[in-house]
């Protein structure tokens, strides 16, 4: 399902970390790990197609992109979003499999409400329910722990197994361990001095 | 394609002030200028006047096209789901012409009579207006989507769009003058549709790039 081969995500002409080889299959749960600044957001959004400074190469079912924006529109209520983003996909608008994504994912009641109004941790929960209503089987997600409730992450740990179990792959970038069974572990380091090109501090570069 | 259309027109409904912010500048502008500048009511410059302000009120309404989505992350996913995202790059454009540059053809007759242009050619007025807004909804979508990632992009935005606003602007008030002397209007009606055309050929493609270089740029 995604393949890197001595992936190296680069910012300012400089690797952000040492080369990623990893396969991914389907029914893998893959947590992504490092430091601040170690290139997890940058690697997603490579993955993801939204970065294109790499070298190295990787090849990627099409997949779904949770970043740090969470891609709602505030002006607009859950249901409408989740329609607007069935609809990128081209999948058919059917209101009630978005009812029942809502309702799983604990925002049921928010469902009419304009995005603006719901808390960080329910704008998190309706971009799980983005999640489910999509129909890619390769799911990037970046600290999709942040702000969500501890049935929130249960939740979330929950979704994710259930999304490997049916065959999908989750690549996660996080900093505490998600709550997921025979989860395999992608870290990020930079280590090696020869890739270094610049002045040498590596760790100066923003990317998250 | 119908979700998207359904999701732009949630906004404008929405959001009424960028529509109705623009408008109140033009209306407000316009009106300023008569009062500033009574000895030019009714004068030769007119058309430029008017096409002006055209030009400065579609500058204004441009600076917030993909802000919004950019900062959502609207974008991102447009991106990174859409296998074509040409369409929503266009229904973009089109919602933006529609909120702005129709608006503007249907004021622009009036706007040309509070100037003093006779009435007889408000219709070369709204003509000239018709075909010439597209091109700057066009040509300023490629402007929008390279400044979106800028805090403050509206100042270079306005550096980076005019320039490519001349032609229109000429053109525009090329027809407008042309009507007022009885002269022939095909050749400047030719030259606005090409210059709307040609925007429109390239600005989905410019568009595109320019957003995912904003994108990358974070």
Known sequence: ???????????????????????????????????NGAGKSTLLRTLAGLHSRYSGSFDSADSLFQGHRLGLDGLLTPLENLAWFAGLEKQPVEQERFLDALQRAGVLAKAYAPCSELSAGQQRRVAMARWLVSSRSLWLLDEPLTALDVSGQDLLAQVITEHCALGGAVVCATHSPIKVANKRTLGLAFTSSESQTGDGYPSDDPSE | MKAL??????????AKGAVINPVAFLLLSTL??????????????VPGILWTLVLLTQLLALDGMYRRDF?????EQ???????PFVAILTRIFMQWLS???????????????LGLPAHVAGA???????GTPALSLLGSIGASVTVGFSRGGVVLALLVLPLFLPTLIFGTGLVEAALSGGNLMPQIYALSLISLVALAIAPFATLAGLKISLEMQ
């Open chain 2, 100 to 114: 702005a540059g129709f608006i503007i053809t249907i004021l622009g007759p009036g706007l040309g009579l509070m």
């Open chain 2, 71 to 75: 900062d959502s992350g609207v974008l």
């Open chain 2, 32 to 45: 300023i200028f008569v009062i500033a500048a009574p000895d030019a009511v009714g004068s030769q410059a």
């Open chain 2, 78 to 84: 447009t991106l990174v789901t859409a296998q074509v």
């Open chain 2, 125 to 131: 007025v709204a003509l000239s207006m018709l075909i």
């Open chain 2, 5 to 14: 259309l359904r999701r732009e027109w949630l906004i404008v409904l929405r």
């Open chain 1, 1 to 35: 399902m995604l393949t890197m081969q001595s992936l190296v995500c680069e910012r300012g002409g400089q690797g952000l970390f040492d080369p990623v080889s990893m396969a991914v299959a389907a029914g893998d749960c893959v947590e992504l790990t490092g430091a």
